[in-house]
Structures are given as C-alpha cells and as structure tokens.
C-alpha cells in the first residue's frame, strides 16, 4: 500500500469515526434529556472550554495547543496505544487471539485516557476501529484518521468557544 492509499484510509475511517462519534453523543444528549441525573454527567466539553479560555488570551500558546491537539497528540497516541502494543504482541506471537487481547486491552486503556464517561466510551469503541486501521495500514493510517477525527473536534471546539 503506498502512502497516498494509506493517507486516503485514515481519512475514510477517520470520518467513519466522526459519524459514529456524532451519533454516540446525539443518542447520549438525547438519552439524558429523559432519564435525567440517571446517566453521569458530561463535562468534556466544559472542561475543554475551561482550557480554551486560559490559552486563548496568548496567540502562540492557542496555537501549540491546536497543533497538539489536531496533529502531536494523536502521533503520539498512536504510537503508544496501537503502533507499540501491537508491534510488541506481533513479534512474540502469531496468535490472532493474543493479538486482539492486547488490541482491546489497549482500546480500553486509550477511552480510560479520555476521562469523562462518554469521551471514554467514544475513545474506547474509536480505539478499535483505529486499531482495525493500524492492521490495514500502519501508524501512517491511523496517525491520519486520529487527526482526522481531532481535527473535527478541535474545530466545532472553537466555533463553540468563539460564537458563544
């Protein structure tokens, strides 16, 4: 596979995840609006519009910011949650089982990084599909589909923080 299908991979899957990330967050909202306090509360956005606030105030700094966000943050994911595991179980093993151990295990490890319930959830079921884009196309897939979907959400972020 060379590098132009890898890149067209990950933005494929990347907007795959977006869609069900969407999805997921439009039945949680609409969820909660019935059951009420029965389901946690969300507050990754909240928090993330906490942060915006204090970086906002120095251009330089709400740039590293977005640039982490949208294209270091998830280099650096990949590279520990899928490309490191998943390279490490291949070389000792051919099982297909182990392997996917060790993919859901990671998966599971990358939504409790996301922290709130939701973003955990969201990260998680993301983390297998990344993980699926890994095995398809390597780190360079996955790297794009992960900034992909960052991207996304680094964007509908700021228009909430600035048209608010």
């Known amino acids: 596979m060379n590098l132009k299908e890898r890149v067209m ?6 907007l795959l995840i977006v869609v069900f990330s969407s999805i997921t967050n439009v039945l949680y909202y ?3 609006k019935f059951l009420g306090s029965m389901l946690p509360e969300d507050r990754s956005i909240s928090i993330e519009l906490e942060l915006l606030e204090k970086v906002s105030q120095n251009t330089y700094i709400l740039l590293f910011v977005i640039l982490f966000l949208t294209v270091l943050g998830p280099f650096f994911e990949e590279g520990l949650f899928r490309w490191l595991p998943i390279t490490i179980i291949r070389r000792f093993t051919k ?3 182990a392997v996917w151990i060790v993919i859901v295990s990671s998966s599971v490890l990358f939504g409790l990084a996301h922290g709130e319930p939701l973003a955990m959830f969201v990260a998680g079921c993301s983390g297998l599909m990344l993980s ?3 095995l ?3 780190i ?3 790297w794009v589909a992960h900034s992909f979907i960052n991207i996304v959400a680094t964007a509908l972020l700021l228009i909430q923080f600035y048209y608010k």
């Open 9 to 14: 991979l990950g933005l494929k899957y990347g």
């Open 30 to 32: 609409t969820a909660t």
């Open 95 to 97: 099982n297909k089982v």
């Open 132 to 134: 699926h884009v890994f």
């Open 136 to 138: 398809r196309g390597g």
């Open 140 to 142: 360079i897939s996955s």
